[in-house]
Each structure stands twice: as structure tokens, then as C-alpha cells.
């Protein structure tokens, strides 16, 4: 079955970096795009980028544009999103997910999250 | 970039009755919507895509209908466990962006 697994939670200091990773599993990971999607507390999902999990293409949203890369490693199944120069208002559960096919689509399979805490 | 625009941003509503919520575009989307449920402490789920097709074991109550820049997702008789925020996604082109959400709530 199709399964995204993320690392646990993490707490940074303000200014500092996060990378958190989404393993998966159940499906040819090359074949689906993923997504990086967040959800401060309290408020409503906010779609991060996307990666090309085939030719390693990627895509964000422009207010996070410099601060984000999404990566690959296909050896492992395993897709990263790194956020740097950390903000208090970056404090969110941070989800991936699987788009139904390689480009950019719809959303069918999510991770657990893992909640990113920026402490000032 | 498209704007998605939800409304009402809550509902209170009996169990039995009929919801409605709304998503508006920006602009033109073809049919390239997608809905999601979440429930409280929940990973989203998703509901429906291309507007209208319910992806497969979720209950024939929820429909959605729309094209172009208006869609409305429907609960036609409103469940407990239908309790959550429905969010809409417009996945026509980057940035693949969300409404800003809809909190179901019974009365």
C-alpha cells in the first residue's frame, strides 16, 4: 500500500534551517510528483512547491522562493524540503504529498506531517 | 497568480440538512479543482477532482458541481462525521493553490 512516512518533529531557533524528509513506499516514486504543503496552527493548508520526482524539476510559491529547496534521493525513495532563515511564522505542520500522476495534479496520498516549532 | 476564494468561511447546520459550500477562481480553471476534507487532528483527505468525481468510497452525499471560475461542493445530508474543514485546490497550472477553507460544524 502507498505509504509517506516524515521525520519527526523538529524545534529550531529562529534564523536557522529545517529539513525534513518523506520516505515512501508501495509505489514507482518516479512516477508521481510531490508536493510540500503546510498548515500554520490554526489556519488553513498552504501549498509549498512541488517536485518532479522523475527529472528533479521543481516549482514553490513565490513568497517562499530562496528559502526553499525541495530535493530527491530516488536510491532511497525519499523526497526533502529544506526552509532556511527560519521565521517564527514558519511554525506549522509541514505535510507531503503524492500527486495522482508526475506533473502537477491533485493530492491522493499524504504524510503524517511533522511539526516544525521556531522559537525566537 | 489565481486566487481561491471560500465561502462561507464556517457553517453551522443540523444533521439531515443540506450544505453548500462555495470556491471561487481568480480566474478561469477549466474544471482543474479538487476538494478535500479535513478533520480536526487529521491529515487531509481527499474527496473529489476535475470539480465533479468523487474519488473511490467517498459517500455519495458529497457531490461537486462547477467549471470556469465557480464550484461548489455539496453535502446533501449533513453527517456527524462530517464534521471538518473542506478545502478546494486548483490544480490547473503552478502555483497549485488553496481555498482558504470551509469549518463544517453541526448544530
Known amino acids: 500500500q502507498v505509504q509517506l512516512v516524515q521525520s519527526g518533529a523538529e524545534v529550531k531557533k529562529a534564523g536557522a534551517s529545517v529539513k525534513v524528509s518523506c520516505k515512501a513506499s508501495?509505489?514507482?516514486?518516479?512516477?508521481?510528483?510531490i508536493s510540500w504543503v503546510r498548515q500554520a496552527p490554526g489556519q488553513g493548508l498552504e501549498w509549498m512547491g512541488w517536485?518532479?520526482?522523475?527529472?528533479?524539476?521543481?516549482n514553490s510559491a513565490q513568497r517562499l522562493q530562496g528559502r526553499v529547496t525541495m530535493i530527491t534521493d530516488t536510491a532511497t525513495s525519499t523526497a526533502y524540503m529544506e526552509l532556511r532563515s527560519l521565521r517564527s511564522d514558519d511554525t506549522a505542520v509541514y505535510y507531503c504529498?503524492?500527486?495522482?500522476?508526475?506533473?502537477?495534479?491533485?493530492?491522493?496520498?499524504w504524510g503524517q506531517g511533522t511539526l516544525v516549532t521556531v522559537s525566537s | 497568480d489565481i486566487q481561491m476564494t471560500q465561502s462561507p468561511s464556517s457553517l453551522s447546520a443540523s444533521v439531515g440538512d443540506r450544505v453548500t459550500i462555495t470556491c471561487r477562481a481568480s480566474?478561469?480553471?477549466?474544471?482543474?479543482l479538487a476538494w478535500y476534507q479535513q478533520k480536526p487532528g487529521k491529515v487531509p483527505k481527499f474527496l473529489i477532482y476535475?470539480?465533479?468525481t468523487l474519488q473511490s468510497g467517498v459517500p455519495s452525499r458529497f457531490s461537486g458541481s462547477g467549471s470556469g471560475t465557480d464550484f461548489t461542493l455539496t453535502i446533501s445530508s449533513l453527517q456527524p462525521e462530517d464534521v471538518a474543514t473542506y478545502y478546494c485546490?486548483?490544480?490547473?497550472?503552478?502555483?497549485?493553490?488553496f481555498g482558504g477553507g470551509t469549518k463544517v460544524e453541526i448544530k
Open positions: 508501495g509505489y514507482s516514486f518516479t512516477s508521481y510528483g
Open positions: 480566474q478561469g480553471i477549466r474544471n482543474y
Open positions: 476535475a470539480a465533479s
Open positions: 517536485i518532479n520526482t522523475y527529472n528533479r524539476n521543481t
Open positions: 485546490q486548483k490544480y490547473d497550472s503552478d502555483p497549485l493553490t
Open positions: 504529498a503524492r500527486h495522482i500522476s508526475a506533473g502537477p495534479y491533485y493530492f491522493d496520498y
